[in-house]
């Protein structure tokens, strides 16, 4: 009865001392899996969002698409039909609009087109860039304390004016100052939950090597503590590439609010645009994680199955074997 009673006590505490060493190892796994999605962002704002050049490169073809195209059109357009309004221009000028929306959109196209415009339009960008970010303490943080981010056209406007004023219809526009912000394209409207975004974003980069270090010594903790080392490398596997699967649902389920959140269709796509520009790179990290994921399952599965063909037999199948053996 007393041997009994030592090996109940030994079993329970064998039991006890499994689970504890399971559950440790479970909380480890999640610190991995989250630290890997908040790496895979942090990583991304730092050499993507806050880098200005890798900003610009990013974005150095956006002009060239039509959506943009369509929608800087509209917006000169609508500054050209102000112009034929106004008091000063000519009796009937305000009957051209017509005019203007047929011949300004060819002419916006071959200026944003033209090689000669590519240097202006990429100082737009980077403008547009250090308009986003601003500079705190010395630190580079993407919450801008402007109500809205403008990109500044107004060069290609003027140059648009200068074409088009040559059909004798539109030759008043001559004599007529354009408003203050013809050709001064809104890009990024501020919000509340916009700013706590970008905070949140900096403050991952703030903290990107803190977070790779603490993912990278939690995974080790898991793999020595774990009771099943083969299952750990699994998870990490599956919670890698369920994490990487998540981001991308988040970033494909903002583009489509894109849709929803405004009301014009060119707009929509213009800003879907600027999204799948500015986070191609991101996708392409997500699908890294997701390859790293898919490839710990391989590996877990593959070391799992050497060890139980080539590794020691485990004492209680010795055991086993050793009473069958008797018998």
């Not at 956006?62 to 369509?70: G, L, N, T």
């Not at 630190?139 to 981010?149: C, H, I, Q, W």
């Amino acid at each position: 009865m007393e041997q009994y009673l030592t090996q109940l006590v030994k079993a329970w505490r064998s039991v006890t001392s499994r689970t504890i060493r399971e559950a440790v190892s479970v909380l480890l796994l999640l610190i991995v899996v989250i630290g890997a999605g908040f790496s895979a962002l942090a990583t991304y704002s730092n050499l993507v969002l806050f880098d200005e050049d890798r900003f610009a490169t990013e974005l150095g073809d956006i002009f060239a698409d039509e959506d943009i195209q369509s929608v800087v059109a509209d917006s000169f357009v609508t500054s050209a039909i102000d112009m034929a309004n106004q008091p000063a221009a000519p009796a009937g000028a305000a009957g051209v609009e017509l005019t203007l929306q047929t011949d300004i959109p060819p002419v916006v196209t071959r200026l944003l087109n033209s090689t000669a415009n590519a240097g202006l339009l990429a100082g737009v960008i980077r403008q547009t860039h250090q308009d986003i970010l601003a500079v705190e303490a010395g630190t580079l943080v993407a919450n801008p304390p402007l109500l809205s981010v403008r990109a500044d056209l107004r060069p290609i406007f003027n140059q648009t004016l200068a074409e088009i004023a040559t059909n004798e219809e539109l030759s008043f526009l001559n004599a007529i100052n354009p408003p203050a912000d013809a050709g001064v394209i809104t890009v990024l409207q501020r919000a509340v939950p916009g700013d706590r975004f970008w905070e949140f974003i900096g403050q991952l980069q703030d903290r990107r090597s803190a977070t790779i270090s603490l993912m990278i010594m939690c995974g080790i903790a898991a793999l020595l503590l774990s009771p099943s080392r083969t299952r750990v490398v699994w998870a990490i596997g599956i919670g890698v590439s369920g994490m990487a699967g998540l981001l991308a649902v988040g970033i494909y389920g903002t583009r489509a609010l894109l849709a929803v959140l405004i009301s014009k269709t060119n707009t929509v796509r213009a800003a879907q645009s600027i999204h799948e520009a500015l986070l191609g790179d991101l996708n392409g990290r997500l699908l890294d994680m997701a390859l790293f994921g898919v490839l710990m399952i391989v590996i877990g599965g593959f070391s799992g199955w050497a060890w139980r063909r080539y590794g020691p037999t485990p004492p209680e199948e010795m055991a086993i074997r050793g009473q069958g053996f008797r018998e």
